[in-house]
């Protein structure tokens, strides 16, 4: 495959390859390189072939055919750090203590334990509400963690964390110099974690699916032994890092489209009076029952997937199957820059990952462990806050967290 893909892609510099010369927002970048190059390319990045993939037929072949090859990822080297030596479930190889912590996921994750929490994560849901209610017509923060000091220090620290295994960090392209931490990363990475640790260590939910954790510990359930460094970085990685900021970037991302497009808002909130009420609050048993606020939901997915380029490593080489790229298709999707939720009207729902036109939760074996949960999560909170107030911008306004003001 590498040899193939030498043939395709911009000519790099000696030594540093193409990397003097990347655009920070990588996956528009390698999709434009992809329209002159075509959808299978090939980069020097540092001392190593990168190939990147931009079609459906491609990540197909990638995700389902060569499943097996392409199961391990690219570990950035900040992650060393947060992962307690190698313990965490979307880097670790694709080996039996993969196997071992993606079956603790599914326990943690399954509909029984899930529903078993449900009281703890609509009472956190509706104190938000309760919070912004006695805001109204004040800007806020619309994902509510401003809402306590300790919720606006946990999101600041998932932001820095999330940013710096997205930094471009020389280390990554050259393993040797890691020990060096030129650019300070690795130190402030490890600052990070440790404050979020304690933070973890005092929330009330964690706890509970804690219980879980000690009791697959203790019942012997996983063939592979589940230490406590493992129940960890379970909770901490896994639940908490990889979890909550994709979802409440999703539901931002939701809330600010609805605000530039007022009219799918009331479509939106038409939808939830005929099928809640106006004087009930939303439950997650109605997600079946709101097919048009799903499909503001599977349309952020496309335009925004979170992980706009999905990472696989095969031998000797990084693979980056280019989502954004993907999804934006004009050979698939028609108006594929616009935020257009009709599409998902008359779709077919498939997040399973077996469409390989719509990958916003992965695919495969090392597709996303969380994908019940997170959709359950950003459809209650994009309902209640639909629901409950009418929302606008406010002026002179900042883009990244949204602040809107909620109105009665
Ligand atoms: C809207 C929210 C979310 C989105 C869009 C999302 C998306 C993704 C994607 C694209 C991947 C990589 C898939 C691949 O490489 O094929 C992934 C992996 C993963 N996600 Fe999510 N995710 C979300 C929420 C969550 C939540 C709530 C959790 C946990 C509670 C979670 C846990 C994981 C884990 C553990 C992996 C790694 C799985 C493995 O390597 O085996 N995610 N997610």
Known sequence: MSQMAENFGPQGLLIVGNLPFLDPQLHSHFANLAKMYGPILSLLL???ISIVISSTDMAHELLKEN???????????????????????VFTLYRPKWRMLKKCMRDMLGHTTFDAFYSYRKQEIRNTIKYLNDLKGSPVNVDGNEKASIGAKFRQMLVEITDLMGKRNI????????????QGMKKQMKGTIVKLVRI????????????????????????????MNHIKVLLVVCMVVGGTDKTSTMVEFA????????QVMIKAQQELDTVIGRDSLAEESYKGKLPYLKAIMKEVLW?????PLMNRVPKGARMFVNVWAIHRDPAIWKHSMEFILERFLIDKEDHSGNDFSYLPFGSGRRSCAGLAMAKRIVMLSLAL????????????????????????
């Not at 990244?400 to 009665?408: F, G, K, R, S, T």
């Open 385 to 408: 806050l639909v629901h409950c107030f009418d929302w606008k911008l406010p002026t002179g306004r900042k883009k990244m967290p949204l602040v809107a003001v909620p109105m009665p």
């Open 255 to 262: 809330m600010a489209k609805m605000m530039y497009k007022p």
């Open 67 to 89: 499943d097996v090859i392409f199961a391990n990822r690219d570990v950035p080297t900040v992650v060393t750090v947060m992962e307690y030596g190698g313990h965490d479930i």
């Open 46 to 48: 540092g001392g190593k």
């Open 200 to 227: 973890v260590e005092f929330d009330r939910e964690s706890k509970d699916f804690l219980q879980v954790l000690l009791q697959l510990r203790t019942g012997g359930a996983t063939k592979t032994p589940l230490t």
């Open 303 to 307: 335009l925004h997937p979170v992980l």
């Open 171 to 182: 280390s990554n392209f050259f393993p040797s110099l890691y020990w060096l931490d030129l």
